[in-house]
């Protein structure tokens, strides 16, 4: 834990915080948000996007809440519960990260979903798609699953690379040089760097050094998930002739996850903390009291 910049994670929660109200003020356009996802918002509470299959929605939550409570065990962010969303229906504004399952009969997201996932991306967000196939072939590449292409050919996704050795991901709280899930051994993709090597279309979203996706195929929810007996709530593992035993392998998983929500919430906390005093103004004037500070989140 030593080196890791927590303020960070402060200062995050005070802008989704001032965001979150900010939006809730009477503005004129801005309809008032869903009080549940204020509520996320506010607690730091992960999401998922809901696909419709029961199975793995409810895989999707049992996958988060067992990631969020290892967050909280092991780390100073304590997220809520976590929330499922349907972009377009669903205010993403105030949410740092999206986990993403990729089934084939998920619907399209609308028009309306796809410009508030758009949004999303260029604003922050980040988005964990997780094609879950690495058991059989992995994902081929950044767009090499058909269902991943289908659903993602309206998003402005930036030109992606294989995570380098030396990338955020393997060291932003654990030092890793894996990232599997239920299964292990897929390739895990994100925005490639300015002048490497990339595959993919698309202009890269500004996003202070985060990247806006990450591509992979090992089911990470299932290996996340646990039952309410506090049991492993599925079989993880590639079978003997696998590099980790399950209870590694879920160990190994979970550090991932951890990584990756440190990753998201951390990466720009420089930027954050450069507007935190224009947004508190902006809550002050609106509020018409001329405060808003809050002091201790900044430098």
């Known amino acids: ?11 995050r929660r005070a802008l989704l915080a001032v965001a979150a109200a900010l939006l809730a003020a009477p503005a004129g356009a801005q309809d008032d948000p869903d ?10 509470a992960l999401a998922y996007v809901v696909t419709g299959d029961g199975a793995v929605d409810e895989a999707s939550m049992r996958g988060l809440s067992g990631l969020s409570e290892e967050l909280a065990r092991r780390t100073t962010v304590e997220p809520g519960a976590p929330v499922g ?34 949004r ?3 604003t ?36 992606l690379a294989q995570v380098p050795p030396d990338h955020v991901l393997t060291r932003s709280f654990y030092l890793l040089d894996s990232f599997p899930g239920r299964f292990s051994g897929g390739a895990v993709w994100v925005e490639a760097p300015a002048g490497g090597e990339a595959q993919g279309a698309g202009p ?13 195929g090992n089911d990470w929810a299932a290996a996340w998930a646990m039952t309410d007996q506090g049991l492993a709530a599925y079989a993880i593992g590639g079978g003997p002739d696998g590099p980790y035993d399950a209870e590694r392998q879920r160990e190994l998983a979970l550090r991932f996850g951890i990584n990756l929500v440190m990753y998201a919430l951390s990466g720009n906390y420089k ?29």
């Open 271 to 299: 930027s954050d903390q450069v507007h935190v005093r224009e947004l508190l103004d902006r809550l002050g004037r609106e509020r018409g009291d001329g405060s808003g500070a809050l002091p201790e989140v900044l430098p």
């Open 124 to 159: 922050g967000g980040m988005i964990l798609f997780d094609t879950r196939d690495a058991d059989i072939a992995g994902i081929g590449g950044p767009d090499g699953a058909a269902d991943l292409q289908r659903l993602a050919a309206g998003l402005d996704i930036p030109p």
């Open 1 to 11: 834990m030593a080196g890791f910049p927590w303020a960070c994670l402060v200062s």
């Open 120 to 122: 999303f991306l260029q």
């Open 204 to 216: 890269a979203p500004a996003n202070d050094g985060v990247s806006p996706v990450v591509i992979g």
């Open 85 to 118: 969303v349907t972009p377009g229906q669903d205010d993403l504004a105030l949410l740092p990260f999206l986990y993403w399952p990729v089934t084939p009969d998920q619907p399209l997201p609308s028009v309306q979903g796809y410009a508030a996932l758009n």
């Open 35 to 44: 009080p549940a996802l204020t509520a996320a918002a506010g607690s730091g």
